[in-house]
């Protein structure tokens, strides 16, 4: 019998009580069961949200050296499990090893910047309008924060919003993805082997009724989600009826730009890259690409071997770039609307005919060519190893193509011509705008988000995560 995986608050793992029961397959074997969890119930999250509330106090009123040692034991104790959870990490969401690695040494780092950032600054001194007055202004944190979190990068993203929220003074109620529960229950015992006081960090496994439960609970003061448009919609919806602080990161429709005069080998490399490693499961993967008219000839074949030299292999094995996406409900889904929206293919080889591409849930990468940046497909998020290309005439045609989707995350630009790039910078409609890099990725202490239906407005990581986790307070005191 598969061990069905506890929630954890209080300091404690709580074995389920429900009948709710879920499993998870490993997605590079249909035969493998990686996880088991049991909904946690509205009940059991009033539980929590009370252990949050309780250990609230106590947390906020500890000193910021403190909060920060916390936080550098935490990293600690993830760095000495630091295979281990990188194996875990391959298995049940089917990352290549490599980069589920780099995703383990991301949480460490990010663990360490918010020990840092917990000895900051927490306000600044303001003239008064009157002599023998001094005024200023504190930080002080929200109170009990949900994090609503994806499978695809099952450590990173829940510490991305977690170290901040503690290193600010905040408790933490975490819903995990339903297909990542393996790995948070691996990030509660790294915070029981820190010593995180009780109650400062929880994990309560579920779907959407516990994810709407959190939101919708009183005591819970803010709330941090990534995940779907719809979902996202829903969340900020709820918050705003109760007037709590809200922050959404709901995906893209990524773009690579390549002019004529760009660095056609480099372009194409981080194009395929961008769009294929991890079978396209990132929201800031790349899934379309603008190729100037006349660098189309000496691109497209570029392209193509670019794509096509990125290893299908086992998640384990260490040459592994695409993998296979993470349900076989999701490739079932890709094939369909790849079916119901037929492009012109320019690369679509089939899987190889080794056994384990048959158990798993493997999509073959594909290269489609649109006739019009409105293509259904040019528009969707597919979140798949699926990269479409269209062809414009200048810069100013392929970003007004860019610029045509309800998404804003990420856009690159390749091109060696400074005044095109400063006029792309100024018209490109994303919040991270790179020129002669690849849309994936930001550093951990920079701020990440997107325009348009990307994001709520408020920026994760880096000095912009206090700005949410924190409310500003004026004070004065007179003589």
């Not at 294929?276 to 603008?290: D, E, F, L, P, W």
Request: hydrophobic share 45%; with cysteine; aromatic share 6%.
């Amino acid at each position: 019998m598969h061990p069905t995986l506890p929630r954890f608050v209080a300091g404690e793992f709580h074995a389920p009580s429900g009948t709710d029961v879920h499993d998870h397959l490993n997605p590079s074997d249909a035969n493998d069961i990686v996880s088991r969890h049991v909904t946690t119930s509205a009940h059991e999250v009033a539980g929590a949200v009370d252990a949050a509330t309780a250990a609230a106090s106590g947390w906020r009123a500890t000193t910021g050296p403190a909060r920060a040692d916390a936080l550098y034991r935490w990293g600690d104790a993830i760095a000495a499990r630091a295979e281990p959870l990188a194996q875990a990490i391959a298995r049940e969401v089917g990352k290549p090893i490599g980069e589920a690695r780099g995703e383990v040494g991301r949480a460490v780092v990010i663990c360490r910047y918010y020990a840092g950032e917990a000895v900051r600054d927490v306000g600044e001194v303001i003239p008064p309008q009157t002599a023998e007055t001094l005024q200023f202004t504190l930080r002080d944190p929200l109170g009990p924060v949900a994090l609503i979190t994806p499978w695809n990068f099952p450590l990173a993203i829940p510490l991305w919003k977690a170290a901040p929220a503690i290193a600010f003074g905040n408790t933490v109620l975490l819903k995990p993805s339903e297909h990542a529960v393996g790995i948070a229950h691996a990030l509660a015992e790294t915070a029981v082997a820190a010593a995180l006081p009780a109650g400062v960090f929880n994990v309560l496994p579920g779907d959407g009724t516990t994810g709407e439960a959190l939101t919708r609970h009183e005591g819970v003061r803010g709330i941090s989600f990534t995940g779907s448009q719809g979902v996202g919609g829903r969340v900020a919806a709820i918050a705003a009826s109760r007037n709590v602080r809200v922050q959404t990161e709901m995906g893209g429709k990524n773009v690579v730009i390549v002019a004529a005069d760009g660095d056609l080998d480099r372009a194409a490399a981080l194009t395929a890259a961008g769009a294929m490693r991890y079978a396209g499961q990132k929201c800031t993967a790349t899934s379309r690409v603008i190729v100037e008219r006349k660098a189309l000839e000496a691109f497209l074949p570029k392209l193509r071997a670019a794509i096509t030299a990125l290893p299908l292999a086992a998640v384990t094995d260490a040459s592994c770039a695409v993998g296979p996406v993470i349900t076989a409900a999701a490739r079932d889904r890709i094939q369909a609307a790849m079916q119901e929206h037929p492009a012109e293919v320019l690369l679509g080889d089939a899987l190889p005919s080794a056994p384990e591409f048959a158990r798993g849930n493997w999509c073959a990468p594909r290269l489609l060519r649109f006739d019009t940046a409105q293509h259904p497909l040019a528009q969707q998020e597919l979140f798949g190893p699926v990269l479409g290309l269209l062809v414009a005439d200048d810069l100013d045609e392929a970003v007004a193509m860019a610029n045509a989707t309800p998404f804003g995350l990420s856009a690159s630009l390749f091109t060696s011509d400074l005044f095109a790039a400063m006029r792309y910078l100024r018209t490109i409609e994303v919040g991270l705008v790179r020129i002669n890099g690849d849309t994936t990725g930001v550093d951990p202490h920079a701020p990440f988000g997107g325009l348009k239906g990307s994001s709520s407005g408020s920026r994760e990581q880096g000095r912009a995560a206090r700005d949410f986790y924190t409310e500003i307070r004026t004070i004065q005191i007179h003589a």
